[in-house]
């Protein structure tokens, strides 16, 4: 597995804290990678981390790799899986505001080791939007995400870096709709923006290099996932963004009959988002509601 980590002690501390809770926790073995500081206001930050990452080292198997510069979030996580995979098959990837489900550990095991072979999934995923409250089913959908997954070695080398690339195929298919879920999440915008420098994205990139080649990614019906990086302290944060995560769930779960995406959770997904940023089409009465609020209230832009 690797962990992510910078200027957060307090979080990595509560990340490590349900890591260690995870059902054979002590089986698995760890890289934390810290990224090195930014300016000086970080150092006593970033030593603070190591010194969490030290403290762990008595409960679980991890090996510390500190950085002596700042990478910044995308080449750390890039580099650093891609470090982890030349010698692993496979990997779990978690950053280090993430809080873990018990069953983190086994759920992401299991179906890494079940698609293995399977080169149509890309991905397994540990977080998954409230879309099924009562789902007891896992489901594929294509593309890929970034809150607690686990890919395989050979997988991890279709990623493209080049985002220019990737919306040149979007729009030259016509798949930047279907892209943007028609219409209830802007990825390719920001992918644009991932191209024009604008942002530093691994995540819209991992996600547009898997959607482009048609593969999938499997979740659970339920979250095993909480980010608790809605604080202000992270690198991309959005008050928009502070999902309520209460409902932590209990584990059950059946596996996907098939290997092809779900129609019902694509859906389930799309009207999710429109209530959630109130990306409503401009014919519906809440598009015509969410377009005047996103004029004029600061933050909904």
């Known amino acids: 597995m690797a962990i992510f980590g910078f200027n957060r002690p307090e979080h990595l501390r509560k990340c490590l804290e349900s890591l260690f809770r995870n059902q054979n926790s002590t089986e698995h073995k760890y890289f934390l990678f810290i990224d090195g500081p930014r300016t000086s206001e970080d150092v006593n930050s970033v030593e603070a981390v190591c010194e969490v990452g030290n403290f762990f080292k008595s409960k679980l198997d ?31 990837v978690i950053e280090d505001d993430l809080e873990l489900h018990p069953n983190f550990l086994n759920f992401m095991s299991k179906y890494l080791s079940k698609y293995k072979n399977d080169d149509e999934v890309a991905s397994i995923q540990g977080f998954t939007y409230p879309i099924f409250p009562n789902g007891i089913e896992c489901f594929f959908l294509k593309g890929a995400d970034c809150w607690g997954w686990g890919t395989w070695r050979d997988r991890w080398a279709l990623l493209q870096l080049n985002s220019q690339v990737m919306v040149d195929q979007l729009k030259s298919r016509g798949q930047a709709r279907s892209f943007d879920l ?20 691994w995540a819209i990139r991992w996600h547009a290099s898997i959607y482009l080649l048609g593969k999938l990614s499997l979740y659970p019906p339920h979250t095993l996932v909480r980010n608790n990086g809605f604080d202000g302290s992270g690198t991309h944060v959005s008050s928009r963004d502070q999902e309520n995560f209460q409902n932590f769930s209990e584990f059950s779960y059946q596996a996907p009959v098939e290997i092809r995406e779900s129609k019902s959770a694509r859906h389930r997904l799309k009207l999710f988002l429109r209530k959630k940023y109130g990306t409503y089409p401009v014919f519906h009465p809440k598009g015509i509601v969410s377009k005047i609020q996103r004029r004029i209230i600061p933050g909904l832009r």
């Open 62 to 92: 991890i090996a510390i790799v500190e950085s002596p510069y700042n990478r910044g979030l995308s080449e750390s996580l890039i580099s650093g899986i891609s470090e982890v995979l030349t010698f692993s098959d496979s990997i779990i």
């Open 182 to 201: 028609d219409g209830a999440f802007p990825y390719t915008r920001m992918l644009e923006r991932q191209a024009r420098g604008e942002v530093d994205s």
